[in-house]
């Protein structure tokens, strides 16, 4: 890479939205983006590996974690533990690489304060019956863990405004698109080209 | 059109960085876009024709557009006058159509107070002397005039900061797709969705 510094970019929005897939698209696309691989607590899901998905932690490794300063941000999140490891980030972002979080609104929030720079970006769903109906095929969740991530859902959907991208996942297709052009648009931000120096 | 309202895009930088050619590549690739077409004193150059590339007015009428109001914004730039007319504006954005602006740097800072929810552009050279090779290789201007322009061009760049996006036209074709990447992105922001009021 060149001794340009990268961008930090957020994606969130309610569980079931599709972040993960249009997320896996965008980046098969662009070789310079990243993504950065959050600690947490949950266990894996079936196909899931550690250190590419998640890294899988104990409770005890995460909250040593947060003591000694190793997390960006992190947050709870339906009754598991979601955080950003520093060190990575940092590294990937010296290297030119642009990187993407994918993380809940709580972390997103959290991020602003650390990283108000990093470019905001908010999925949502056509409509909220959409969103059941996805999270309900995904079905890897007890009743009472999906009654609860609905209701998260719900709430979450309410945080749109703090956001300063909306993109809605109707068609795959134009949400990749749009999520790419947030990303190039970023950088072409005048702050951007302050940051790198380039040109004149 | 949908009853969605479009946005409004200004790009400026000084004078034979290319904004026209960029733009020509965009707007052919974009039928959602329309240009604005600009008011001018200054004569027609070879090929330019009135009502498509500017109204070209005598300065009695561009004085008569200001005292009326007829006129978003308006500059002198290099002993021309150079204005926006409101009402075809508001007229494509109420259709839905984005609608930009191609506009000197004086008149992107008038539009900044009149609609400060526009895309803000900047197109900036490589370098100082591709510049000076392009607007010398246009040579429509009389020796005295390339002085003047250049000295304005000179002074122009300094005023990238005041701008949200700089895009630096050294390919042709990356400069188009970084301005098509800014518009889309434009058309993703919280503020145009709450506008337009789409999904949930």
Redesign the interface.
């Known amino acids: 890479m060149t001794n340009k510094k990268g961008q930090v970019i957020v994606i969130t929005g309610p569980s079931g939205v599709g972040k993960g897939t249009i997320l896996k698209n965008v980046m098969e696309a662009d070789k310079s983006l990243c993504f950065s691989v959050s600690a947490t607590t949950r266990a894996a899901r079936p196909g899931e590996v550690d250190g590419v998905d998640y890294y899988f932690v104990t409770r005890e490794r995460f909250d040593e974690m947060v003591k000694d300063g190793e997390l960006l941000e992190y947050a709870e999140y339906s009754g598991n533990c979601y955080g950003t490891p520093r060190k990575p980030l940092e590294k990937l972002l010296n290297e030119g690489y642009d990187v993407i979080l994918d993380i809940e609104i709580q972390g997103a929030r959290n991020v602003m304060k650390t990283f108000p720079e990093a470019i905001f970006?908010?999925i949502?769903?056509?409509?909220?019956e959409t969103l059941e109906k996805r999270l309900l095929k995904r079905g890897t969740e007890t009743p009472e863990k999906m009654a609860l991530r609905l209701e998260t859902a719900k709430r979450e959907?309410e945080c749109?405004?703090e956001?300063?991208?909306?993109?809605?996942n109707?068609k795959l297709e134009d949400a990749v698109?749009?999520f790419?052009?947030?990303i190039?648009?970023?950088?072409?931000?005048?702050s951007e080209?302050?940051k790198n120096k380039?040109?004149?």
């Open positions: 970006t908010f949502m769903p056509p409509s909220f959907l749109f405004k956001f300063q991208y909306i993109i809605v109707d698109e749009d790419k052009a947030v190039r648009a970023g950088r072409c931000r005048c080209y302050i380039r040109g004149i």
